[in-house]
């Protein structure tokens, strides 16, 4: 079976930006807010500090609108010229009111429509999909995607098991099509509802709609089972990123970037290893961020973009919950 893109317009990433809040929260920080400390936390995450937004009147968007104006001055892109947004997000300035519209609006984007995708810390990479699928399909010729999440505004800070993990930010890529041959060249996406016991936020859906017992029970933060998250995700994304590599015939030696979602550098180490990739291979600064949900893979690319050149092969690995993981294969367009 050809797993290759077969429409005569191949997709390509043609700019990127990116934002993170100023404010640091830093180990020797969370070491006064929970019983935790500096080596505790390198040792089991590979973070040291996570960037939070501090100000109560500041949501997600703000984070996405900053993270879409980054790349459209840097790119000198006209706005009106965007024809769809996308923003992947676990945390909607609302329910109901799509937070793509509100960044579309807020950007000069006048032409174009806006929804957004859950789908986690996965949530990104499919929208990768998504946004290449509108351009090869021939029917839209700039699509921004933007992945962003204010995870501080979901997490407990009592809780020393998912404090230490989280940080907010935004980041951006503009998809159009691809005058160069490189672009999105194949994906392999899985998922497993039955995770999701094991990595959600129980209350404020239909299934448990907010109630005083459910605010005093702290049932609208996040919860994670750690342990059962990290088996998946090595095993899941490990498997994920062969599949993309056998069917692609790329190996190890061919492989410019492992582009990894950024939750855990054990996560992340285990993967390389498993698909026999050197660490100079792997985008990493989940020291510096945390894992900032669907902003990872974009903030990665923001990070990179200067060690990029036309024609490298990025391999990009995620897993969130949902259970929702997948793998894909992009050669850099410029």
Avoid at 209 to 221: A, C, D, Q, Y
Avoid at 244 to 252: F, S, V
Avoid at 273 to 294: C, P, Q, W
Avoid at 303 to 318: H, I, Q, T
């Amino acid at each position: 079976m050809n797993y290759m893109n077969p429409s005569p317009i191949k997709a390509a990433i043609t700019a990127v930006g990116a934002y993170v809040p100023e404010d640091k929260l830093t180990n020797a920080d969370l070491e006064k807010m929970v019983d935790t400390n500096d080596e505790w936390i390198v040792a089991r995450t590979g973070i040291k500090e996570r960037r939070i937004l501090k100000d109560p009147s500041k949501g997600t968007s703000f984070m996405a609108i900053k993270a879409a104006e980054d790349l459209i001055k840097k790119n000198n892109i006209d706005p009106t010229e965007i024809e769809a947004v996308i923003v992947a997000t676990v945390t909607p300035d609302m329910h109901v009111a799509a937070t793509a519209a509100y960044v579309a609006s807020k950007i000069g984007a006048t032409h174009a429509f806006g929804y957004d995708l859950q789908a986690a810390c996965s949530g990104f990479l499919y929208g990768m999909s998504n946004a290449s699928n509108m351009i090869a399909g021939g029917r839209y010729r700039k699509v921004l995607l933007i992945g962003a999440d204010k995870m501080s505004s979901i997490v407990d800070y009592t809780d020393r098991t998912t404090c230490i993990i989280f940080g907010d930010a935004a980041g951006a890529v503009l998809f159009e099509a691809s005058s160069s041959g490189y672009g999105w060249e194949d994906e392999y996406f899985r998922s497993d509802g039955n995770g999701r016991l094991f990595l959600n936020i129980k209350a404020g859906g239909s299934l448990f709609p907010t109630s005083k017992e459910s605010i005093e029970g702290g049932m609208h933060n996040l919860y994670q089972d750690g342990k059962t998250v990290f088996k998946f995700a090595v095993s899941e994304m490990t498997h994920a990123a062969e599949q993309i590599m056998q069917r692609n015939d790329i190996d190890a030696n061919t492989i410019t970037y492992l582009v990894p979602h950024q939750a855990n550098k054990r996560i992340i180490d285990a993967v390389a290893k498993r698909i026999n990739l050197s660490h100079d291979k792997v985008m990493s600064n989940i020291e510096y961020f945390g894992n900032t949900t669907a902003a990872t893979l974009p903030l990665l690319l923001r990070d990179y973009e200067s060690k990029l050149s036309p024609g490298d092969r990025l391999v990009f690995a995620a897993f969130g919950g949902g259970f929702t993981w997948g793998a894909a294969y992009l050669t850099w367009a410029y």
